[in-house]
T-cell receptor, first 112, second 115 residues
Framework: GQSLEQPSEVTAVEGAIVQINCTYQ??????LSWYQQHDGGAPTFLSY??LDGLEETGRFSSFLSRSDSYGYLLLQELQMKDSASYFC?????????????WGAGTKLIIKP | KAGVTQTPRYLIKTRGQQVTLSCSPI?????VSWYQQTPGQGLQFLFE???????NKGNFPGRFSGRQFSNSRSEMNVSTLELGDSALYLC??????????????FGPGTRLTVL
């Protein structure tokens, strides 16, 4: 079957660095995406990795290792506004069409 | 550009009723996907429409159906509502369907409560 595993909750301190891991098991793989969702809000796109390595966008970085079926989202210089749920999603291919398979989300709690 | 809009934002129904939710994608986006989100379950994919055709379908019963109009607006219908259908229903639009790097843009969702 297809599945994505990520921790349900992570706690960190303001100003620190936190890493949210995601391991996946899918029949195909066409990229790993990360989305952020604040309570009561809609998910918003953060980053996308199709190839192995690190992608950096400001304070956020995302890493992918296809051989390990593993990726992570790295958040630096944490701010209180980063408190949210973070979802990883793998793009798989079914019947000729690409589809996103989602993890259950990681709730990031930031303490002052 | 206006974002993805969903109506209504909140809905309360009773078991056995049916409900129709609406989604207007970002102008120029032709793909609309629907998701069900419940606490601790992440986003469960319902279906995707592109150019008025259903392209992908998730593992939901036939009580869940949808359609897309020529202006790319989409509707989702749930018949014979059950208590377990209480959830946040999210709509996401993207430029095209079947693209590897296609980013999805989400609407605010419709919070459905079934009593």
């Amino acid at each position: 079957g297809q599945s994505l595993e990520q921790p349900s909750e992570v706690t960190a301190v303001e100003g620190a660095i936190v890493q949210i891991n995601c391991t996946y098991q899918t029949s195909g793989f066409y990229g790993l995406s990360w989305y952020q969702q604040h309570d009561g809000g809609a998910p918003t796109f953060l980053s996308y990795n199709a190839l192995d390595g690190l992608e950096e966008t400001g304070r956020f970085s995302s890493f992918l290792s296809r051989s390990d079926s593993y990726g992570y989202l790295l958040l630096q210089e944490l701010q209180m506004k980063d408190s949210a749920s973070y979802f990883c999603a793998v793009r798989d291919r079914r019947g000729g069409n690409y589809q996103l398979i989602w993890g259950a989300g990681t709730k990031l709690i930031i303490k002052p | 550009k206006a974002g993805v809009t969903q109506t209504p934002r909140y809905l309360i129904k009773t078991r056995g009723q049916q409900v129709t939710l609406s989604c207007s994608p970002i102008s120029g986006h032709r793909s609309v996907s629907w998701y069900q989100q419940t606490p601790g379950q992440g986003l469960q994919f319902l279906f995707e429409y592109f150019s008025e055709t259903q392209r992908n379908k998730g593992n939901f019963p036939g009580r869940f159906s949808g359609r897309q109009f020529s202006n790319s607006r989409s509707e989702m219908n749930v018949s014979t509502l059950e208590l377990g259908d209480s959830a946040l229903y999210l709509c996401a639009s993207s430029l095209a369907s079947g693209e590897r790097t296609d980013t999805q843009y989400f609407g605010p969702g419709t919070r459905l409560t079934v009593l």
